[in-house]
């Protein structure tokens, strides 16, 4: 590297360049190169992540630009994403403890989640609970399956604070973080974590939700992915065949987990279309994402039940 930059705002430049000359892959902390470059630049430095924009004017001593060097060769050429270099993700406004045993959290429930409460708070009622005498039964379970780093098993929490959790992982690897995380939210006798293959291991018990952001990358499209991608878990991406390895089983499975007026909601990505071609007969309902992916869906109960799948 030529002579260092002498402030953070110099690194900045500097990083974002870089960034975009060695076409490094966004998406899975910012979905920009000034963004994450801040971040990493902010947190290398010990400064607060809403700090003042006068803080760029700051000065680095060397010792800081050793640091700072490190982090962004490791990032621009090792490619490690950075919220596996700082350990920690963001989800909803929560913090996540994160390292290379789960995918990093950027779930479109974060955005849908109310949207599908209040959905099914209507749904759940049943038509004699309308009435204001009769007490509304409410959302009493939810379950997040393939929770990774439990960070949607901690927001089913904070959305249902009166219902039951339960969170469902198979690698053991990821269901530790999960437990970390659980237990840093003080949520650890709340959500019950189950190390289960969807739910083959988990006690029959009927849910209102059972929500799910599961692995739906076809195999083979498992070797295109970015570097950054293929240091997450490939458990955690990899779907099998069409993608649907997973989903497949979960909606077999659903039909006798679910309440008779619960919803299953899936994030399914790219895999919409193989969804759409695979099952038409459940008519999923896309929700629409602020960004136009719409790759969440809801499916209600009744449909799975009449569906030969
Ligand atoms: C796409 S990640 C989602 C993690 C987390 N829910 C999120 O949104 O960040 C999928 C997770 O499913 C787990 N998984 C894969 N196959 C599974 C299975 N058959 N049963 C349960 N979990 C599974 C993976 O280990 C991974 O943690």
């Known amino acids: 590297m030529p002579a260092r930059p002498q402030t953070i705002?110099?690194?900045?430049?500097?990083?974002?360049?870089?960034?975009?000359r060695k076409k490094v892959s966004l998406g899975q902390v910012a979905d920009n190169a000034h963004d994450e470059a801040l971040y990493l630049l902010l947190r290398t430095l010990e400064l607060p992540l809403e700090s003042p924009r006068s803080v760029l004017r700051r000065k680095?001593?060397?010792?800081?630009?050793a640091r700072v060097a490190e982090i962004f060769r490791r990032r621009l050429d090792e490619r490690?994403?950075?919220?596996?270099?700082?350990?920690?993700?963001?989800?909803?406004?929560?913090?996540?403890?994160?390292?290379?045993?789960v995918i990093i959290p950027r779930s479109?429930?974060?955005?849908?989640?109310?949207?599908?409460?209040?959905?099914?708070?209507?749904?759940?009622?049943?038509?004699?609970?309308a009435s204001r005498s009769a007490p509304a039964r409410g959302v009493k379970r939810v379950v997040d399956v393939c929770t990774g780093s439990g960070c949607l098993a901690v927001l089913l929490a904070h959305q249902f604070p009166t219902a039951k959790v339960d969170a469902i992982e198979l690698s053991p690897a990821a269901a530790a973080v999960a437990r970390f995380n659980l237990a840093q939210h003080g949520?650890?006798?709340?959500?019950t974590?189950?190390?289960?293959?969807?739910f083959d291991a988990v006690k029959p018990a009927r849910y209102d939700l059972i929500l799910s952001n599961p692995p739906y990358?076809?195999?083979?499209?498992?070797?295109?992915?970015?570097?950054?991608?293929?240091?997450?878990?490939?458990m955690a991406l990899d779907g099998g065949r069409d993608g649907l390895d997973i989903v497949r089983k979960l909606l077999r499975q659903a039909r006798e987990r679910l309440q008779p007026r619960g919803i299953v909601a899936l994030e399914v990505g790219q895999a919409r279309p193989a969804l759409e071609k695979s099952f038409p007969e459940l008519e999923p309902h896309w929700?629409?994402?602020q960004d136009g992916e719409d790759c969440v869906c809801l499916i209600p109960a009744a449909r799975l039940k009449s569906w030969n799948g």
Do not use: N
């Open 9 to 20: 705002a110099g690194w900045l430049d500097w990083a974002v360049r870089a960034y975009a």
């Open 60 to 65: 680095v001593t060397s010792e800081q630009a």
């Open 80 to 101: 490690v994403p950075a919220a596996y270099l700082t350990r920690e993700a963001f989800l909803g406004g929560h913090k996540f403890y994160v390292d290379e045993r």
């Open 108 to 129: 479109y429930f974060v955005e849908l989640l109310p949207e599908i409460a209040e959905l099914l708070e209507d749904t759940v009622r049943s038509p004699g609970c």
């Open 187 to 191: 949520l650890g006798d709340r959500v």
């Open 193 to 198: 974590l189950h190390r289960s293959d969807v």
């Open 217 to 234: 990358v076809p195999t083979r499209e498992m070797r295109d992915l970015p570097d950054e991608f293929r240091r997450e878990p490939a």
């Open 287 to 289: 929700l629409h994402t």
